[in-house]
C-alpha cells in the first residue's frame, strides 16, 4: 500500500473571511498542523480576531486587507502573497455573508449584494490566484457553499442562488485545471457552532438542532478539517467535489 503524501513543508495560504468563526478556525488549522506554512489572513473590516491570531503567530500568521468583491484588491492580495518566498500554495474562500427576505419583497440592493458577496467574490479570487498557481503547476482551491445550495430553504433565493453557483463554478473550474496540479473543491457545511444566526430563540434552536439527525451542530473545527484534507497532498485526487457537512440532515 502507497504511503499517505504529506503536504509541503512551507507553503502559502490565504483564508478569506478569516475575522469569522470559520474562517478564524480553519486559519487555525494551518497554523496549527502546518508550522512552516504561512497563513494569510484576508479581512475588509472588523479584524480584531484576525489581528490577535496573527500576534499569537508572528510571522506565520500575516493579516491582509481584502475586499473580496474588487479585483484591484484581489490584485493587490496575491502580489503581497507572492513577494514571499513560499509558494502560493492554497485559496480558501470563505468570506460571504447572507440577506434574507421572501423574494416578493426583496430589493434589488438585498439581491445583488448577496450574489456579489458570494459568487463574484469567489469568480475573482480564483482567478487572481490561478496565475501563481499554474506557474507552480500545482495549487488547492477550496471554496466554501453552503448546504442552503443543496437544500434551499424559504426566504433565502439570494444566498442558496449564490452558494448553488458557487458548486457549479467549483465544478467546471476543476475540469478547466485539472491537468495542471491544481484541485478545486467545495465544502457544503450546515449551521456552525457559534455562527448561528443571532436572532434565534432558545426555543428555535432546539427545533432546528431536534432535525439534525445527530442532534447538534458542527463545530467549526470539524469543517476546518475537512478544508485542510481537501488543500492536503493526501487529496490529490479529489477535484470538483462538493462535501456536504450537515450531520446527516440531507
Not at 503524501?5 to 478564524?24: C, D, E, F, H, K
Not at 430563540?201 to 447538534?216: C, D, F, L, N, S
Request: glycine letters at 8%; aromatic letters at 6%.
Amino acid at each position: 500500500m502507497r504511503p499517505l503524501m504529506q503536504s509541503p513543508s512551507s507553503r502559502s495560504i490565504l483564508v478569506t473571511g478569516a475575522n469569522g468563526v470559520l474562517g478564524y478556525a480553519i486559519a487555525s488549522c494551518f497554523l496549527e498542523r502546518e508550522p512552516g506554512s504561512r497563513v494569510f489572513l484576508g479581512v475588509r473590516n472588523h479584524r480584531e480576531r484576525a489581528d490577535e491570531l496573527a500576534a499569537r503567530h508572528p510571522g506565520r500568521a500575516v493579516v491582509v486587507g481584502l475586499d473580496v468583491t474588487s479585483a484591484d484588491a484581489w490584485a493587490a492580495a496575491v502580489r503581497q502573497i507572492v513577494a514571499h518566498e513560499s509558494p502560493f500554495a492554497v485559496l480558501v474562500n470563505n468570506a460571504g455573508f447572507h440577506d434574507d427576505a421572501l423574494l416578493a419583497t426583496m430589493s434589488a440592493d438585498q439581491w445583488g449584494g448577496v450574489i456579489t458577496a458570494n459568487l463574484h467574490s469567489v469568480f475573482l479570487g480564483c482567478q487572481a490566484v490561478l496565475t501563481p498557481m499554474m506557474q507552480h503547476r500545482s495549487g488547492r482551491i477550496v471554496n466554501i457553499a453552503s448546504l442552503s445550495a443543496l437544500h434551499s430553504p424559504a426566504g433565502q433565493t439570494n444566498y442558496a442562488a449564490a452558494k448553488a453557483g458557487v458548486i457549479g463554478l467549483t465544478q467546471s473550474l476543476a475540469k478547466e485545471t485539472a491537468r495542471m496540479g491544481i484541485t478545486v473543491n467545495a465544502i457544503a457545511p450546515a449551521h456552525i457552532e457559534g455562527a448561528l444566526p443571532p436572532e434565534w430563540t432558545e426555543e428555535q434552536r432546539k427545533a432546528v438542532q431536534k432535525q439534525i439527525p445527530m442532534r447538534r451542530f458542527a463545530r467549526p473545527e470539524e469543517i476546518a478539517a475537512a478544508v485542510f484534507f481537501l488543500a492536503s497532498a493526501d487529496a490529490s485526487y479529489i477535484t470538483g467535489a462538493t462535501l456536504k457537512m450537515d450531520g446527516g440532515l440531507v
